[in-house]
């Protein structure tokens, strides 16, 4: 059983164009994130969500829009997309920080290209 | 600014060699210090650090924390190929209720037989 699942795992597409990347953990855990990784494999977050709240937004620009249906989905919507966008998308999920350690489990990766 | 800084970025041993990876940080509200292990796909989780000196060990995998001088090292003894990866170094903070991780840009390490 996958804990954190993302669908796609390649995303080949055009300037311009709006698209979705869907996660889903079973993992019961009660924040989900999305990291971008670049090509020089540099990690950083984006949002996080938990209990269906957005609590990080860290400067990502308007154009991308996470949504959160229920506590085990998190997905990311972009619009408008731009050359810059092309990089590998990763969510991850960890249980309630409060609770002790926010060691995350990581999906597998979309790799998003833009031409 | 939050932010964590791992060398060297990239490192090129031979099997059996003994490795040590360094991650030093200047974050506000420091919580734990993580150690991940990324080959192909999605980063792997190796150790939490939350205290200065008390080593962590996971076969080969070693890592301690220096919260007086801010810095972490992960070692890896006796090196094999499987072990070729980026290590990331991720520092979380605590503030205001979230804990957000904050990622160094890696250590790329290469193990040729």
């Known amino acids: 059983d996958t804990a954190v699942s993302q669908t796609p795992k390649y995303l080949v597409t055009q300037m311009g164009n709006d698209k979705s990347i869907k996660c889903e953990q079973n993992?019961?855990?009660?924040?989900m994130y999305w990291y971008k990784q670049d090509s020089k494999k540099f990690l950083k977050i984006m949002f996080s969500y938990n209990n269906k709240e957005l609590i990080i937004n860290e400067t990502v620009p308007n154009r991308f829009s996470p949504k959160s249906p229920d506590k085990a989905h998190l997905n990311l919507h972009i619009n408008s997309l731009e050359l810059g966008d092309s990089a590998v998308y990763f969510c991850?999920?960890?249980?309630?920080?409060?609770?002790?350690?926010?060691?995350?489990?990581f999906g597998a990766g979309s790799r998003l290209t833009v031409l | 600014e939050d932010k964590v800084v791992q060398s060297p970025l990239s490192l090129v041993v031979h099997e059996g060699d003994t490795v040590t990876l360094n991650c030093s940080y200047e974050?506000?509200?420091?919580?734990?210090l993580l150690w991940y292990k990324q080959e192909k796909k999605a980063p792997t989780f190796l150790f939490m650090l939350?205290?200065?000196?008390i080593e962590k060990k996971s076969g080969r995998l070693s890592s301690i924390l220096d919260k007086k001088e801010l810095f972490s090292i992960l070692n890896i003894t006796a090196t094999q190929t499987g072990d070729s990866a980026i290590y990331l170094c991720?520092?979380?903070?605590?503030?205001?209720?979230?804990?957000?991780?904050?990622f160094g840009k890696g250590t790329r390490l290469s193990v040729i037989a």
């Open positions: 991850a999920s960890s249980q309630e920080p409060q609770a002790g350690a926010n060691v995350l489990t």
């Open positions: 993992l019961g855990h009660d924040t």
């Open positions: 939350t205290s200065s000196g």
């Open positions: 991720a520092v979380e903070a605590f503030w205001a209720g979230n804990t957000p991780l904050v």
């Open positions: 974050v506000t509200n420091f919580r734990s």
